[in-house]
């Protein structure tokens, strides 16, 4: 799966949109990005995922650039709970493809008040 | 569905003892995970089972560690001897064959050996 490049860390105001960034130069035409979230002491969550159009759901957008090479999840509206790292995960999804997600560093998102 | 259910929450055992890690995947996946998160290494896959046949185990540390899925509605990961570097967070998912599924992950053993 393509390696996948994210700040170590962000803030953003609560009710503010929180825009995380994720590089991943190196993908491929069939590989997905993937976002899952962890809070605090929690096991991870799965968010959003997206192929080569944007992607909307109750939690966040997903933007992928033309090119594929990055992507940024947008939460719309920050809360505190939101407060966690999000991992960005690119990963092929086929009928012969591993299952697993192999997750890197992340970004810490705090949320300020 | 109660999602993805691990126990205990907290394990605390002496160096050299068996511990024993359990999980009870979503009813009706077909896949099994399980993870080990420590703050040096992050998380990292150990192994993972498709329809209760271990497809892929390289990541487990040692022979130390073993895991087992005897049935579709259950799984254990077990640590014989334990050794204080095993202390982590353990973490098991599941997720349903198809294009575009998610996992869905179980809240953690936090797992401390002294």
């Known amino acids: 799966d393509a390696k996948t490049t994210q700040p170590t860390s962000m803030d953003c105001a609560e009710g503010r949109a929180a825009n995380l960034p994720c590089n991943h130069s190196?993908?491929?035409?069939?590989?997905?990005v993937y976002w899952y979230r962890q809070i605090h002491s929690q096991g991870p969550q799965y968010i959003i995922h997206?192929?080569?159009n944007n992607e909307t759901n109750e939690m966040a957008s997903l933007i992928i650039t033309e090119d594929r090479k990055s992507s940024t999840l947008i939460l719309p509206h920050a809360t505190l709970r939101d407060t966690a790292v999000y991992y960005c995960?690119?990963?092929?999804?086929?009928?012969?493809?591993?299952?697993?997600?192999?997750f890197g560093s992340g970004t810490q998102l705090t949320v300020l008040p | 569905d109660a999602g993805v259910i691990q126990s205990p929450r907290h394990e605390v055992t002496e160096m050299g003892q068996e511990v024993t890690l359990r999980c009870k995947p979503i009813?009706?996946?077909?896949?099994l995970f399980w993870y080990r998160q420590t703050m040096m290494r992050g998380l990292e896959l150990l192994i993972y089972?498709?329809?209760?046949?271990?497809?892929?185990d390289s990541g487990m540390p040692e022979d130390r560690f073993s895991a087992k899925m005897p049935n579709a509605s259950f799984s254990t990961l077990k640590i014989q001897p334990s050794e204080p570097r095993d202390s982590a967070v353990y973490f098991c998912?599941?997720?349903?064959f198809g294009y575009g599924t998610e996992a869905f992950f179980g809240q953690g053993t936090r797992l401390t050996v002294v």
């Open positions: 998912a599941s997720s349903l």
């Open positions: 190196t993908i491929s035409g069939n590989e997905y």
């Open positions: 997206g192929l080569k």
């Open positions: 995960i690119v990963r092929v999804l086929s009928s012969g493809s591993a299952r697993q997600l192999t």
């Open positions: 009813s009706g996946h077909d896949y």
């Open positions: 089972f498709n329809n209760n046949v271990p497809i892929d």
